[in-house]
């Protein structure tokens, strides 16, 4: 079954970290690039972080520049993404995406 499992979020203070994990089953990553988006309650979607197939060329939104980074281990199929710094208005539906296929999502909470 092809399919991306995203996992790792949960309640955190600000100033704390989190790692999201995705799990990609049913292909391979190697040859593809593929991001994390997020959604939080009232707002649409938005791109966080995305990483190329290629040369491992990453792009990160303006508002977690600095605080997040994106890796891929093309063996696991796993994508990752390592928070620091988490402020409240991170807190959304964490999802990844490989061209048009979506995880379910993990929720992140920011709150202290």
């Known amino acids: 079954q092809v399919q991306l499992v995203e996992s790792g979020g949960g309640l955190v203070q600000p100033g704390g970290s989190l790692r999201l994990s995705c799990a990609a089953s049913g292909f391979t990553l190697d040859y593809y690039a593929i991001g994390w988006f997020r959604q939080a309650p009232g707002k649409e979607r938005e791109v966080v972080s995305c990483i190329s197939s290629s040369d491992g060329s990453t792009y990160y939104s303006d508002s977690v520049k600095g605080r997040f980074t994106i890796s891929r281990d093309n063996a696991r199929k796993t994508l990752y993404l390592q928070m620091n710094d988490l402020k409240v208005e991170d807190t959304a539906v964490y999802y990844c995406?490989?061209?048009?296929?979506w995880g379910q999502g993990t929720q992140v909470s920011v709150s202290s």
């Open positions: 995406r490989l061209d048009n296929l």
